[in-house]
């Protein structure tokens, strides 16, 4: 399978703390991007990172990816209750002749922020 | 409303009835996906077209599956002898040619 790992699958904190959820995938990626999903509803887009990028910011989102070790980190700083909600990494995988743009997603990791 | 509008939210029906939902996409998008996601998954990828075309298909896709894309426009994802292990929320994204893929509210189908 090309699935996106995140880890942890659940995550509890205090409201005005960091949350950091990390994602592996298996293959050559276009890019990777990140997705936020409140309880029964449709994804979010938050952040895309492309395969040459190490690093980059939005607003209170940071993101990573290495490569190397086929891994990304999404990080949120001073984190709100309204932030709660399921956070998916969807790498792209890449295919020959060009983005197919079929998104693998993984299970996921519920972030709970206590007021 | 300009974004992906999927109708219609909620579906209930019992086994062996098809049903089909559609997605309309962000206009002028020409990259339309859907993707299925059971609860505690992430959503699975099961085909998407470009333009008309349907370009590819997942393995999940099973024969009672059908999509089309007649216009390059709106889409419909049909089902035909629902089963129980349909029961899943059926989600719809759209792209103009950027990677950045907009999904829709989704359709909640339960197979009784």
């Known amino acids: 399978s090309q699935q996106g790992e995140e880890d942890p699958q659940a995550l509890s904190i205090q409201e005005g703390e960091n949350a950091t959820m990390n994602c592996s995938y298996k293959?050559?990626?276009?890019?990777l991007q990140w997705y936020r999903q409140n309880s029964g509803r449709g994804l979010v887009h938050l952040i895309l990172i492309r395969s040459n990028e190490r690093e980059k910011h939005s607003g209170r989102l940071r993101v990573t990816l290495d490569t190397s070790k086929k891994s990304s980190s999404l990080l949120i700083t001073a984190s709100r209750a309204a932030d709660t909600a399921s956070y998916f990494c969807a790498p792209e995988p890449m295919n020959y002749g060009g983005s197919q743009g079929n998104l693998i997603f993984g299970k996921g990791t519920k972030l709970s922020v206590k007021p | 409303d300009t974004g992906v509008s999927q109708n219609p939210r909620h579906k209930i029906t019992k086994r062996g009835q098809n049903v089909t939902f559609r997605c309309d996409p962000i206009s002028e998008h020409n990259r339309l996906y859907w993707y299925r996601q059971t609860l505690g998954q992430g959503p699975e990828f099961l085909t998407y077209f470009q333009n008309e075309a349907q370009l590819e298909k997942s393995r999940l896709l099973s024969d009672r599956f059908s999509a089309e894309r007649p216009k390059g426009s709106f889409s419909t994802l049909e089902i035909q002898r629902t089963e129980q292990g349909d029961s899943a929320m059926y989600l719809c994204?759209?792209?103009?040619?950027?990677?950045?893929?907009?999904f829709g509210p989704g359709t909640r189908l339960t197979v009784l």
């Open positions: 293959t050559s990626i276009n890019n």
């Open positions: 994204a759209s792209t103009g040619g950027g990677e950045t893929q907009y």
